[in-house]
């Protein structure tokens, strides 16, 4: 059974059992706690937790992972072992509170041993300590053998992270033969003997903050079945390196390295890390990842990093990672689409990440290899020069670690971790802030009271019943009524209602303000959002008398910033559709921020995109605009949507149900936020800026309508005033500004004349100050190279020794000029050598020129330098 057979025979054994069957979630989980999905119930933490209802009580996934970061990381151990991968599959089934252990422990032996047609007799079972019932199911109901179940401790417990849905687990294992190791089953016998194939959790607690185990709201199963692992079993072969998905990519390996597997244990790892890595970086790149210096991003840096160092160790001096991913979506394109959609862009960013990392791979590895010669026996290679290697050579610290492990040394880490927060000390702005979650069991009562918060899109205003005030965090209480406001006191409160027309802030989208009514004050709402998934919150400053809840209010938002928000929004999605057919459409949204004075787009993008590609864009997006084509805004599922072509933006989560919005007859995208009805009520779209904001991220703001023709009037002010300033006219306003340009350059060659000649006439002042040949002197208020020229003209017209002037610019700082006769005895760095110090200053000190010139901060120094240099020269 190969890959694909596998895949299809769990699908359709687990929709037989009643399962709906969900595609894979992405690689970047919604989880703040966790750097990526890790596990097949990542995705439905929240449905464990009964923060959100799934979309059935039974679910069944094939969910695509990387454990590569964090708590959750086996990158250390990839090639080396057989059992770990930084990218693998989760086969999973999934009850929310629906059946539990006796359903989910019959079911699982009835598919590994019928379905997939395991051994029963090569089969053992684990079970955690404390489970009784499992230990009772497996024997009584299902017919194992009671000395092939085993109780173990922590490796029967399983958790998602240090907090979060967790319970004991009872895992199935395959007894792969005598011949690979020790007997005794799991635990006690080989790990190398004994694989694990199946792990069933059965998810009963949630781990809070403090540590502690509370029941969860529903029980529920969590099924963790590795298709690796199963395909070494089903397939019959040695190590999960043979099974058919890895066979392809390392013949791939192979035949860019020139190096033959299975001749070389060490090249072996190396070959293995290749096809490994190869399926990370491909999937990670594809689902939003870029290789950065921070989190997520600095993970893929170092997987792309640790592939391109072990090509070198090969010695192989041309590019591997495009051809590896190439072979990725070869083997795999078929089950997962998006790799393929996406592959010239996943090409082109590891291309030029292995190509930038090449450049200093050389010089790297040999400052490391001298580093390591002076080391003693045993000695530890200084964190300094990991931190150079790091901050310099791009080489993550681990990498380092690794080769030094090769060679049995070890990192001195503290070092290391020093001058990294040393440097983060310096590069950290002032100031920050600390959010402090606050408690939300208030909303979700809310919700179980009233159900979900009804959103009112197309309606400006209407008549609602509050069902809740809620003093915010910090600001004091509403009392025990609930009620805010009353004796001339302005509160900062919480007011939810059964509906709304105030849109709460989500995909980019500022929350709306405006107004709420009630028939014994008023409250002025500054912001809206979700308190939960469902409930909308409105953040509001009572302005008089008290709001209560029970009453009926009128609730009307700020009609007019709502009409420039909704067309700085639609602006944003027809600005992406042009980026894509200017840039590429590789082009994917990273990040945005709509309200009513601007809109800004973070994309991702790898070069700064020039005035002529930003002019096409912003032609390209009015052009589209005045075709004034309709905006159409509805709700479809997601297939349909998929089906339309429409664009899924960053950051947002999407249901089986989504907003599609088609701005015009190109852009289609999926939005849940509010828009025009026609592309011309967005007006004139002018963009104000562009920048990078990171590694291969790029941001542009711009404006529209009022705000557009503010903006050119603002413009055409300070042009009309600028041309009177010049004695001009708007259009002759180039013209003029040549004209004085000219004439400036004209007034400064006169003021330099006038210069020289002043120096010339001072010389002779200075040249009688001469002791022994030379000239130590003071003279403020002139320029640099007004004083290098006395210094010269002092020189050249006493025939002296040496000539030494200081003084204090008027445009500040100090200035030290030395100029000796290129015949003569004195040295122009030996005269100023100690003054610059003083100054606080300094001068290159390439060869031995006649004349040198220093400059410096320290004014107040002046005179104790020129005394130093007069002791220099001998006087």
């Given at each position: 059974?190969?890959?694909?057979?596998?895949?299809?025979?769990?699908?359709?054994?687990?929709?037989?059992?009643?399962?709906?069957?969900?595609?894979?979630a992405s690689l970047i989980p919604h989880d703040p706690t966790l750097l990526f999905t890790v596990a097949g119930m990542v995705p439905f933490?929240?449905?464990?937790?009964?923060?959100?209802?799934?979309?059935?009580?039974?679910?069944?996934?094939?969910?695509?992972?990387?454990?590569?970061?964090?708590?959750?990381?086996?990158?250390?151990?990839?090639?080396?072992?057989?059992?770990?991968?930084?990218?693998?599959?989760?086969?999973?089934?999934?009850?929310?509170?629906?059946?539990?252990?006796?359903?989910?422990?019959?079911?699982?032996?009835?598919?590994?041993?019928?379905?997939?047609?395991?051994?029963?007799?090569?089969?053992?079972?684990?079970?955690?300590?404390?489970?009784?019932?499992?230990?009772?199911?497996?024997?009584?109901?299902?017919?194992?053998?009671?000395?092939?179940?085993?109780?173990?401790?922590?490796?029967?417990?399983?958790?998602?992270?240090?907090?979060?849905?967790?319970?004991?687990?009872?895992?199935?294992?395959?007894?792969?033969?005598?011949?690979?190791?020790?007997?005794?089953?799991?635990?006690?016998?080989?790990?190398?003997?004994?694989?694990?194939?199946?792990?069933?959790?059965?998810?009963?607690?949630?781990?809070?903050?403090?540590?502690?185990?509370?029941?969860?709201?529903?029980?529920?199963?969590?099924?963790?079945?590795?298709?690796?692992?199963?395909?070494?079993?089903?397939?019959?072969?040695?190590?999960?390196?043979?099974?058919?998905?890895?066979?392809?990519?390392?013949?791939?390996?192979?035949?860019?390295?020139?190096?033959?597997?299975?001749?070389?244990?060490?090249?072996?790892?190396?070959?293995?890390?290749?096809?490994?890595?190869?399926?990370?970086?491909?999937?990670?790149?594809?689902?939003?990842?870029?290789?950065?210096?921070?989190?997520?991003?600095?993970?893929?840096?170092?997987?792309?990093?640790?592939?391109?160092?072990?090509?070198?160790?090969?010695?192989?001096?041309?590019?591997?990672?495009?051809?590896?991913?190439?072979?990725?979506?070869?083997?795999?394109?078929?089950?997962?689409?998006?790799?393929?959609?996406?592959?010239?862009?996943?090409?082109?960013?590891?291309?030029?990440?292995?190509?930038?990392?090449?450049?200093?791979?050389?010089?790297?590895?040999?400052?490391?290899?001298?580093?390591?010669?002076?080391?003693?026996?045993?000695?530890?290679?200084?964190?300094?020069?990991?931190?150079?290697?790091?901050?310099?050579?791009?080489?993550?610290?681990?990498?380092?670690?690794?080769?030094?492990?090769?060679?049995?040394?070890?990192?001195?880490?503290?070092?290391?971790?020093?001058?990294?927060?040393?440097?983060?000390?310096?590069?950290?702005?002032?100031?920050?802030?600390?959010?402090?979650?606050?408690?939300?069991?208030?909303?979700?009562?809310?919700?179980?009271?009233?159900?979900?918060?009804?959103?009112?899109?197309?309606?400006?205003?209407?008549?609602?019943?509050?069902?809740?005030?809620?003093?915010?965090?910090?600001?004091?209480?509403?009392?025990?009524?609930?009620?805010?406001?009353?004796?001339?006191?302005?509160?900062?409160?919480?007011?939810?209602?059964?509906?709304?027309?105030?849109?709460?802030?989500?995909?980019?989208?500022?929350?709306?303000?405006?107004?709420?009514?009630?028939?014994?004050?008023?409250?002025?709402?500054?912001?809206t959002d979700y308190a939960v998934p469902g409930v909308i919150r409105h953040r509001a400053s009572i302005e008089r008398g008290t709001i209560?809840?029970?009453?009926?209010?009128?609730?009307?938002?700020?009609?007019?910033?709502?009409?420039?928000?909704?067309?700085?929004?639609?602006?944003?999605?027809?600005?992406?559709?042009?980026?894509?057919?200017?840039?590429?459409?590789?082009?994917?949204?990273?990040?945005?921020?709509?309200?009513?004075?601007?809109?800004?787009?973070?994309?991702?993008?790898?070069?700064?995109?020039?005035?002529?590609?930003?002019?096409?864009?912003?032609?390209?997006?009015?052009?589209?605009?005045?075709?004034?084509?309709?905006?159409?805004?509805?709700?479809?599922?997601?297939?349909?949507?998929?089906?339309?072509?429409?664009?899924?933006?960053?950051?947002?989560?999407?249901?089986?149900?989504?907003?599609?919005?088609?701005?015009?007859?190109?852009?289609?995208?999926?939005?849940?936020?509010?828009?025009?009805?026609?592309?011309?009520?967005?007006?004139?779209?002018?963009?104000?800026?562009?920048?990078?904001?990171?590694?291969?991220?790029?941001?542009?703001?711009?404006?529209?309508?009022?705000?557009?023709?503010?903006?050119?009037?603002?413009?055409?002010?300070?042009?009309?005033?600028?041309?009177?300033?010049?004695?001009?006219?708007?259009?002759?306003?180039?013209?003029?500004?040549?004209?004085?340009?000219?004439?400036?350059?004209?007034?400064?060659?006169?003021?330099?004349?006038?210069?020289?000649?002043?120096?010339?006439?001072?010389?002779?002042?200075?040249?009688?100050?001469?002791?022994?040949?030379?000239?130590?002197?003071?003279?403020?208020?002139?320029?640099?190279?007004?004083?290098?020229?006395?210094?010269?003209?002092?020189?050249?017209?006493?025939?002296?020794?040496?000539?030494?002037?200081?003084?204090?610019?008027?445009?500040?700082?100090?200035?030290?000029?030395?100029?000796?006769?290129?015949?003569?005895?004195?040295?122009?760095?030996?005269?100023?050598?100690?003054?610059?110090?003083?100054?606080?200053?300094?001068?290159?000190?390439?060869?031995?020129?006649?004349?040198?010139?220093?400059?410096?901060?320290?004014?107040?120094?002046?005179?104790?330098?020129?005394?130093?240099?007069?002791?220099?020269?001998?006087?």
């Amino acid at each position: 059974m190969d890959a694909h057979a596998l895949r299809k025979a769990f699908t359709e054994f687990w929709e037989s059992k009643g399962h709906l069957p969900r595609p894979s979630a992405s690689l970047i989980p919604h989880d703040p706690t966790l750097l990526f999905t890790v596990a097949g119930m990542v995705p439905f933490k929240p449905y464990f937790l009964g923060e959100e209802e799934p979309p059935g009580p039974r679910l069944t996934t094939i969910q695509k992972c990387v454990r590569a970061g964090g708590k959750h990381n086996d990158l250390d151990d990839i090639g080396r072992t057989n059992r770990h991968f930084t990218f693998f599959e989760m086969m999973g089934n999934f009850s929310f509170g629906d059946y539990f252990k006796p359903e989910a422990i019959p079911w699982a032996w009835e598919f590994v041993t019928e379905t997939l047609g395991l051994d029963p007799e090569r089969l053992w079972i684990t079970v955690h300590l404390s489970d009784d019932d499992a230990e009772r199911i497996w024997i009584e109901d299902v017919g194992v053998p009671a000395e092939r179940v085993t109780r173990l401790d922590e490796d029967n417990w399983w958790a998602a992270g240090d907090t979060g849905p967790c319970g004991p687990c009872s895992e199935i294992f395959y007894d792969l033969g005598p011949e690979y190791g020790e007997d005794g089953g799991p635990g006690v016998g080989s790990d190398d003997r004994f694989v694990e194939i199946w792990n069933l959790v059965f998810m009963q607690y949630e781990r809070n903050d403090e540590g502690e185990l509370e029941p969860l709201p529903k029980t529920g199963i969590d099924t963790g079945a590795g298709l690796e692992r199963m395909l070494t079993v089903l397939q019959g072969v040695d190590s999960a390196w043979d099974i058919d998905i890895f066979v392809a990519l390392l013949d791939t390996a192979q035949k860019i390295t020139g190096v033959a597997y299975g001749e070389d244990p060490e090249r072996d790892v190396s070959l293995r890390i290749f096809a490994d890595h190869a399926r990370a970086v491909t999937f990670l790149i594809s689902d939003g990842v870029f290789p950065s210096n921070e989190d997520r991003g600095y993970v893929l840096r170092r997987i792309i990093r640790r592939a391109v160092r072990h090509a070198w160790v090969l010695g192989v001096q041309h590019n591997v990672m495009p051809q590896l991913v190439d072979a990725v979506v070869d083997v795999m394109g078929a089950a997962y689409p998006d790799i393929v959609e996406n592959q010239s862009f996943i090409r082109e960013v590891v291309e030029k990440e292995e190509t930038r990392f090449r450049r200093t791979l050389a010089a790297g590895v040999a400052i490391l290899d001298e580093a390591l010669e002076q080391l003693p026996p045993g000695g530890r290679l200084p964190g300094e020069v990991a931190f150079k290697l790091h901050d310099t050579y791009g080489f993550p610290v681990e990498i380092t670690e690794e080769i030094l492990s090769e060679r049995g040394l070890e990192l001195e880490r503290e070092g290391f971790e020093s001058a990294m927060a040393h440097q983060r000390e310096q590069a950290r702005a002032a100031g920050g802030f600390e959010a402090e979650a606050g408690d939300t069991s208030r909303y979700r009562e809310l919700q179980e009271q009233f159900g979900p918060s009804e959103f009112l899109r197309d309606v400006d205003e209407v008549d609602a019943r509050i069902l809740a005030v809620y003093p915010l965090q910090g600001s004091g209480d509403t009392g025990d009524t609930g009620e805010a406001g009353g004796d001339g006191v302005t509160a900062e409160i919480e007011i939810v209602t059964d509906r709304t027309p105030f849109y709460p802030e989500g995909g980019g989208q500022v929350g709306d303000t405006g107004v709420i009514v009630g028939p014994s004050g008023a409250a002025r709402v500054v912001d809206t959002d979700y308190a939960v998934p469902g409930v909308i919150r409105h953040r509001a400053s009572i302005e008089r008398g008290t709001i209560s809840p029970g009453e009926i209010a009128h609730l009307a938002i700020d009609a007019d910033r709502r009409a420039a928000v909704r067309r700085n929004h639609t602006g944003t999605h027809i600005l992406h559709w042009a980026l894509r057919q200017v840039l590429g459409a590789h082009v994917k949204q990273a990040g945005s921020h709509v309200d009513d004075h601007r809109l800004r787009f973070d994309f991702s993008h790898f070069d700064a995109v020039t005035p002529e590609e930003l002019a096409r864009i912003e032609d390209l997006a009015n052009a589209e605009i005045l075709s004034n084509e309709p905006v159409l805004h509805y709700e479809t599922t997601m297939d349909v949507a998929r089906e339309k072509g429409a664009i899924a933006f960053f950051g947002d989560k999407y249901g089986d149900v989504v907003r599609v919005l088609e701005a015009g007859s190109h852009s289609i995208e999926l939005c849940g936020g509010t828009h025009v009805r026609a592309l011309g009520d967005i007006g004139h779209l002018r963009i104000t800026s562009e920048s990078s904001i990171g590694s291969n991220l790029r941001r542009i703001e711009a404006i529209t309508g009022m705000a557009t023709v503010s903006r050119l009037r603002e413009d055409e002010e300070l042009i009309l005033d600028v041309a009177q300033r010049l004695g001009s006219t708007p259009e002759e306003l180039g013209a003029a500004v040549e004209r004085r340009l000219g004439e400036l350059k004209e007034l400064k060659a006169e003021i330099r004349d006038l210069s020289r000649r002043m120096a010339v006439g001072r010389a002779s002042e200075l040249v009688a100050q001469a002791v022994d040949g030379v000239v130590v002197a003071r003279v403020d208020s002139m320029e640099r190279d007004d004083l290098r020229e006395l210094a010269l003209a002092v020189r050249d017209s006493g025939a002296l020794r040496a000539v030494v002037l200081g003084g204090v610019p008027e445009a500040g700082g100090v200035a030290l000029v030395a100029a000796v006769d290129p015949e003569g005895d004195l040295r122009a760095a030996d005269l100023l050598e100690q003054a610059a110090r003083t100054i606080q200053g300094g001068f290159g000190r390439k060869g031995n020129p006649p004349v040198i010139m220093a400059g410096g901060r320290n004014a107040e120094g002046l005179d104790e330098a020129l005394d130093q240099v007069r002791s220099a020269a001998g006087l």
